[in-house]
């Protein structure tokens, strides 16, 4: 089966500087890569996903890197704020189509704790 | 937050008892699944169901259970053989046709076994 490794699994930076977590993934067949964002007692919530046809993915201050080849994907965060502090996960699962369909479950990394330094 | 549900958000166990840990969306999406999380881990994948009467064995399903007789509800009962069952528990739910993939979590549910 599918194995992720993340990480850090700790990660301190100072606010405005900016983040990197990477992951790596086993099964070459994985072709959906989300990352969720995890705050303390709540549910994790999707902030940004990429398909294996691409290879990179960038909404405001988030983007996503995809190395197909070498099996790695990396999340980077731009100009943090303290509201980025949080759990984050990265993922891992195949969908039917890469242009989107049913998907087994999500294989998940250990998670990077995020703390953005005042 | 709204649209995929958990019940009850605490649940106690006495060793050697069944428990049934309730999920129910209203989004209207055919997939579900069952994630089990401990302190320090990422999620792990208990079942999943991609349509009504079939579900599959995810990466650690011994001591689990489920049924998915409805679209809108996929019910997981912790049994008695599942050794270590004190952990949080999350229900999701995605679409299984189309772009967005997007699997929405619940709230949780926090078993402890006493």
């Known amino acids: 089966g599918e194995n992720v490794e993340q990480h850090p699994s700790t990660l301190s930076v100072q606010e405005g500087d900016s983040a990197v977590i990477k992951c790596t993934y086993s099964?070459?067949?994985?072709?959906?890569f989300p990352w969720y964002k995890q705050e303390l007692g709540k549910r994790p919530q999707l902030i940004i996903d990429?398909?294996?046809?691409?290879g990179e993915k960038k909404d405001q201050r988030i983007a996503v890197t995809l190395n197909k080849t070498a099996k790695h994907f990396s999340l980077h965060i731009t100009e943090t704020q303290p509201e980025d502090s949080a759990v984050y996960f990265c993922?891992?699962?195949?969908?039917?189509?890469?242009?989107?369909?049913?998907?087994?479950?999500?294989?998940f990394g250990k998670g990077t704790h995020l703390i953005i330094q005042p | 937050d709204g649209g995929i549900t958990q019940s009850p958000k605490y649940l106690f166990r006495k060793e050697g008892q069944n428990v049934t840990l309730s999920c129910e969306q209203n989004?209207?999406?055919?997939?579900m699944y069952w994630y089990r999380q401990d302190p320090g881990q990422g999620l792990r994948l208990i079942y999943y169901?991609?349509?009504?009467?079939?579900?599959q064995k995810g990466d650690i399903a011994e001591g689990y259970s489920v049924s998915r007789e409805k679209k809108e509800s996929f019910p997981l009962t912790v049994t008695s053989a599942q050794k270590n069952p004190t952990a949080f528990y999350l229900c999701?739910?995605?679409?299984?046709?189309?772009?967005?993939?997007?699997?929405?979590f619940g709230p949780g549910t926090r078993l402890t076994v006493l």
């Open positions: 999701a739910s995605s679409r299984r046709a189309g772009r967005d993939n997007e699997q929405f």
């Open positions: 099964d070459s067949a994985s072709n959906y």
């Open positions: 990429i398909r294996s046809n691409v």
């Open positions: 993922a891992a699962s195949i969908l039917l189509r890469v242009s989107g369909g049913g998907a087994d479950g999500l294989t």
């Open positions: 989004l209207n999406h055919d997939a």
């Open positions: 169901s991609q349509i009504v009467n079939d579900f």
